[in-house]
């Protein structure tokens, strides 16, 4: 929401506030449209704004955002969701050793969700291969959920094979690419993929559960929906 007090302390005018504004609000919508709704970096946002030349005020691209998050809500019905980076099991130790600067310029990032409700978005938004792909994004988190939140890549393949989705197919009637559509979970951040050594000396590649699928209302949507089963 609007703080005038923190407004009135920055060197901007009111024109040059509501341009970035707007610059920050199209870069979202845009990005969210054209990555397939992968999490946006709060990163590229301060970068956007400081591009502008206003490198030098360093509470503008927090005011800017947070101006950005309000519009969207009351103009273009979404919610922008703030998500932390959450990393691999194996990677904690490795993350534990970064500075807390570098920790933190890589911790957050957005996605926009719509206010409507559930059964309107299905009825008025959305079409067939996006509601498809809600649907294996719903399963795949479903599977790495109860398997205690990791999963190694064959297993999960041969939990999603017995449901009709195999790893070689390229063209299934409603994904597609199979193989790619998984994969494309992690760009979109509900998975994460690591390669870990094995004894053997090979390496085995495990899925976890990412920030979007650890995120509390998606999260306790899938724990309602194993419940149900």
Same mark, same amino acid.
């Given at each position: 929401s609007s703080n005038?007090?923190?407004?009135? /302390? @920055?060197?901007?005018?009111?024109?040059? =506030?509501?341009?970035?504004?707007?610059?920050?609000? &199209? #870069?979202? @919508?845009? =990005?969210?449209?054209?990555?397939?709704?992968?999490?946006?970096r709060r990163e590229d946002l301060t970068q956007l704004i400081s591009a502008k030349g206003y490198c030098k005020q360093r509470n503008l691209p927090a005011y800017i955002i947070n101006e950005s998050k309000a519009k969207l809500s009351s103009i273009f019905g979404y919610d922008m969701v703030e998500l932390h980076r959450h990393r691999p099991s194996q990677? /904690?130790?490795?993350?534990?050793?970064?500075?807390?600067?570098?920790? @933190?310029?890589? +911790? =957050?990032? #957005?996605?926009? $969700?719509?206010?409507?409700?559930?059964?309107?978005?299905? =009825?008025?938004? !959305?079409?067939?291969?996006?509601? +498809?792909? &809600?649907? @294996?994004?719903?399963?795949?988190? +479903?599977?790495?959920? %109860?398997?205690?939140?990791?999963?190694?890549? !064959?297993? %999960?393949?041969?939990? $999603?094979?017995? %449901?009709?989705?195999? !790893?070689?197919? !390229?063209?299934h009637p409603e994904f597609g690419n199979a193989k790619q559509k998984v994969e494309g979970l992690i760009q979109q951040r509900y998975l994460q993929k690591e390669r870990v050594n094995s004894p053997d000396g090979g390496t085995v590649v495990y899925y976890e559960l990412a920030e979007r699928a650890l995120h509390a209302p998606v999260y306790d949507q899938i724990k309602d929906y194993v419940i149900q089963v």
């Open positions: 005038p007090d923190s407004f009135s /302390q @920055l060197d901007i005018s009111d024109h040059e =506030k509501d341009k970035l504004i707007g610059e920050v609000i &199209r #870069y979202i @919508l845009f =990005k969210t449209e054209q990555s397939s709704g992968c999490p946006i990677s /904690q130790s490795q993350s534990q050793s970064q500075s807390q600067s570098q920790q @933190l310029s890589d +911790a =957050k990032s #957005y996605v926009i $969700l719509s206010q409507l409700p559930s059964d309107v978005y299905a =009825k008025f938004v !959305e079409d067939a291969p996006s509601c +498809a792909m &809600r649907g @294996l994004a719903f399963v795949v988190v +479903a599977i790495v959920h %109860l398997c205690g939140g990791k999963v190694t890549e !064959e297993n %999960l393949w041969q939990h $999603l094979k017995q %449901l009709g989705v195999n !790893e070689t197919e !390229e063209n």
